[in-house]
């Protein structure tokens, strides 16, 4: 019987070490959100969708920025995941490091019309939101440093195990999530192969039109947000540039965006700055995402005006108070 | 708690090392059992476990009930009783918005529109398991073949055994119950034998059902979309995916039960390699074809009698099997098609040809029987097409888009497709090499190096496709 024991043991602890290595190993190339969940809390952070995720460098923020601001890590996630919510913004509030620090927190929020929709929900109830029982939503751990993160992985990462082990070679050249959250993604940038991933995306969020409303609880949800992260430092709100084809989508979605963030705007004395006035300035990978050449120049530039404590991007703030 | 999760692998050698500690107590190892498959089972939804406590309280009381009864009247209502109130169950629970939709439609089809409104009812998990197994034993006692038991925990861990509560084996009452009031043994070669079992009901489950699914899923639901080559395809994984995550099931429950001392009936016999679609019917989920056979295909007469009496107790016995499996006309359907497929056998008196395991004493089977095993497998596969659609109308475009041969290269999902071949070969070799083994992973004759090798080669493909979120398997929607 001992034997029998002995043998199957040896089994279960090969496995069970198999396992727990391939966790410790799991980091830049397995999933775009893992190491987001090791590198514990920060003081000063990114949020918003996947705009931000891969739009915003940390990296470049903090050179720019780094004598007067701790150390900025990029919170960012996707349409589904982060959306402006209570679920979101419960997540910042685990992540955020609210120790008394020597320099200035800076939270950048990345905003766009579609992270204050929500999908075929047209009561706007919150028990349909797409994040509830998400990872996010369910996570405690978010603001933990180390690895492995099981808690993460028993309820965020939905791929095999095995894929632990070789999508770090697999993914190599085709996606690193950063230490500081910074989702970097490489895709063939030649014309054809961007016209290609771009016609299919416009195809797709044409589609998502008929199915995406403004949701007046997300849009309370992120003045919350504001609120919550101005306690702790500065605010800035940030529109990232999308193809034009992508913007005209968005316009039909929400015409009155702008206008709406320079209400929020004012609400909170907080800047808004859009770039959607510059559109053609930048490159994309798919319209809708920028490219990292173009995430680094951004990055630079809103370093820039938070350093230049740059005004609104409003243009005729009065006229939105309701004279 | 599903028996690939991870909190089963927790529960499963938690249980077994308690559960041995109370050795040579089995009064409190039938109470161990019971708790902890009230526990395994409360893990979906608690509120069900007053059903599996009612049902298990009623046919308790009506076999003492029964066996004290004299009066064939008396016994006949007892009966009665019993059957009223497990059918009703699982007519309630199952079938209410069923019946209740059909009759609408069928009022409506005569222009008149009647005002219902369906109940919003949860299936509890594993009611169709259970309800039978329980009636299995008042049956038993009505017919005198066996004595009730007066021990209330024996029985109601009988009815509530976890490893086979939510998805069979259907076990019968003269096979299972009297296994807990003997005193059970482990042995170092009854260990392994079950987690060997578990292991190969494992790789069913995680590497062949849940990756065939995958495919399968995409495809039926959007079958206008593809090519008959790729409808095609869906088809034959639905057939590997249905019988590995079953079998699978299956496996995983035997192998469980020797852990803790008890024989589990065998509930798949290699079914793929049958040579007519009776030999399949005496290989495919024989807990449920042997229990309809049982109570309701001989006690209606059997294959005696004539022609249409023959005719009537097939087409019951597989219209009821498939109704038993859902409440749609899906299965009904399926059923019905199956009795089709069996009568010129049983009218032929062919029906029982096949009774021995195919190539018997050989290594490799003969053309002849290749052939007749390719039919048999092509013919279920046909039938797996209505046993998935979500209508019987789907079920038909389905197997329409097919015949319109518009065969090309494009197979959806192409990559995974030829994944999944080399691991089908792999799983039809293993049991191809076991086919007349009590289970595919009896392999103890072989050497440690050859044994060991396989555990390893298994646990390396089952670690590669698990998931912390665990597929469900798709018997416990019935």
């Known amino acids: ?31 775009p959100f893992y190491l987001r969940f090791t590198t514990g809390q920060h003081a000063s952070m990114v949020v918003g969708t996947s705009r931000a995720a891969q739009g915003i460098l940390p990296e470049v923020l903090n050179r720019e920025l780094g004598g007067e601001y701790t150390t900025i890590a990029n919170f960012g996630f996707t349409i589904v995941n982060s959306p402006y919510g209570e679920v979101y913004l419960n997540a910042m509030r685990q992540k955020l490091d609210t120790t008394k620090q020597p320099k200035k927190n800076i939270f950048i929020v990345s905003v766009d019309p579609w992270s204050i929709t929500t999908k075929n929900n047209p009561t706007d109830d919150v028990a349909l939101y797409r994040e509830q029982n998400l990872f ?33 070679i697999t993914n190599k050249r085709r996606m690193c999530l950063h230490e500081d959250g910074w ?12 016209q290609k991933r771009q016609t299919a995306k416009v195809e797709n969020y044409t ?67 859009s770039f959607i006035d510059k559109l053609s300035e930048y490159t994309y990978t798919d319209g809708n995402h920028l490219y990292k050449d173009s995430g680094r120049k951004i990055s630079k530039e809103i370093a820039q005006m938070i350093r230049y404590n740059i005004t609104s991007s409003c243009r005729q703030p009065n006229s939105f108070i309701g004279d | ?57 009623v046919d308790y009381t009506i076999g003492i009930q029964l066996n004290q009864a004299e009066k064939p009247i008396k016994r006949k209502l007892l009966l009665g009783v019993s059957l009223a109130f497990n059918l009703g169950l699982l007519g309630f629970f199952k079938y209410y918005n069923f019946f209740l939709d059909s009759f609408v439609d069928a ?3 005569l222009d008149i529109h009647l005002n219902t409104s369906s109940l919003n009812i949860i ?25 009730p038991t007066t021990d209330p925990i024996a029985f109601f861990a009988y009815v509530s055994f976890f490893p086979q509560l939510v998805a069979g084996p259907i076990e019968r009452a003269s096979n299972l119950l009297p296994q807990f009031f003997s005193k059970r043994t482990i042995s170092p070669a009854l260990i392994s034998d079950g987690l060997r079992q578990i292991l190969w009901g494992m790789f069913k489950k995680i590497v062949i059902a849940d990756n065939c699914a995958v495919i399968v899923d995409a495809v039926f639901s959007d079958y206008g979309a593809h090519n008959s080559t790729t409808l095609i395809v869906a088809a034959i994984l639905f057939a590997f995916q249905i019988y590995g995550d079953f079998s699978g099931y299956s496996d995983i429950a035997i192998g469980t039960a020797k852990l803790f001392g008890f024989r589990l009936m065998t509930n798949f016999s290699v079914p793929y390699f049958s040579r007519d679609i009776a030999e399949f019917w005496r290989r495919w989920h024989i807990s449920l074809s042997s229990w309809f056979r049982d109570y309701l295909y001989i006690p209606l007469g059997g294959s005696r009698g004539g022609l249409s009496m023959q005719l009537r107790n097939v087409f019951a016995i597989f219209i009821i099997s498939g109704f038993w499996h859902g409440a749609n006309w899906t299965f009904i359907v399926w059923g019905a098609l199956n009795a089709l497929l069996f009568l010129p056998l049983l009218l032929r008196d062919t029906n029982r040809k096949y009774t021995e395991t195919v190539a018997e004493n050989r290594h490799l089977p003969n053309i002849r029987e290749v052939a007749q095993m390719l039919m048999t497998f092509v013919l279920t596969v046909i039938l797996w097409v209505f046993f998935r659609s979500d209508s019987v109308g789907d079920s038909f475009s389905y197997l329409q888009k097919i015949a319109a041969c518009n065969f090309s290269q494009n197979i959806y999902n192409q990559k995974d497709v030829f994944l999944l071949m080399p691991l089908i070969s792999i799983m039809l070799i293993i049991e191809w090499l076991n086919r007349d083994k009590s289970h595919q992973m009896d392999i103890q004759r072989f050497s440690p190096i ?29």
């Open chain 1, 1 to 31: 019987m001992k034997k029998t024991f002995a043998k199957f043991s040896i089994y279960v602890f090969v496995l069970i070490g198999i396992h727990y290595f391939a966790a410790m190993r799991a980091g830049s190339y397995f999933d």
């Open chain 1, 136 to 168: 996010l939503d369910k996570m405690k751990t978010i603001g933990e440093v180390g690895k492995p993160n099981f808690e993460y992985l028993s309820k965020g990462y939905a791929e095999s195990w095995g894929k632990i082990l070789y999508r770090p």
């Open chain 1, 183 to 194: 989702l970097e993604v490489n895709v063939p940038m030649n014309e054809s192969a961007v």
């Open chain 1, 207 to 273: 589609n998502l039109l008929i199915h995406y409303a403004l949701s007046n609880n997300r849009l309370h949800e992120l003045g919350q947000t504001i609120d919550f992260l101005k306690q702790h430092g500065e605010v800035v709100l940030v529109r990232l540039p999308i193809s034009s084809e992508i913007y005209d989508i968005e316009k039909q979605l929400m015409p009155d965006f702008d206008e709406k963030m320079c209400l929020l705007s004012q609400k909170y004395t907080v800047p808004y700055w």
């Open chain 2, 1 to 57: 708690m599903l028996f690939n999760s991870i909190e089963f692998l927790i529960f499963l050698p938690t249980t077994f090392i308690l559960y041995w500690l109370l050795k040579d107590k089995i009064k409190w190892q039938n109470l161990f059992i019971l708790l902890v498959s009230y526990i395994f089972y409360g893990w979906w939804d608690v509120r069900f476990l007053s059903l599996i406590a009612l049902s298990s309280a």
């Open chain 2, 107 to 109: 009022f409506a089809a």
């Open chain 2, 123 to 147: 299936l509890p998990v594993g009611i169709s398991f259970y309800t039978f197994q329980t009636l299995s034993y008042t049956i038993d006692i009505y017919r005198k073949k066996m004595q």
């Open chain 2, 450 to 478: 050859i044994r060991h090798t396989t555990y390893v080669f298994l646990l390396a493909l089952i670690y590669l496709f698990s998931k912390y979120s665990s597929n469900t398997f798709i018997y416990f929607q019935f």
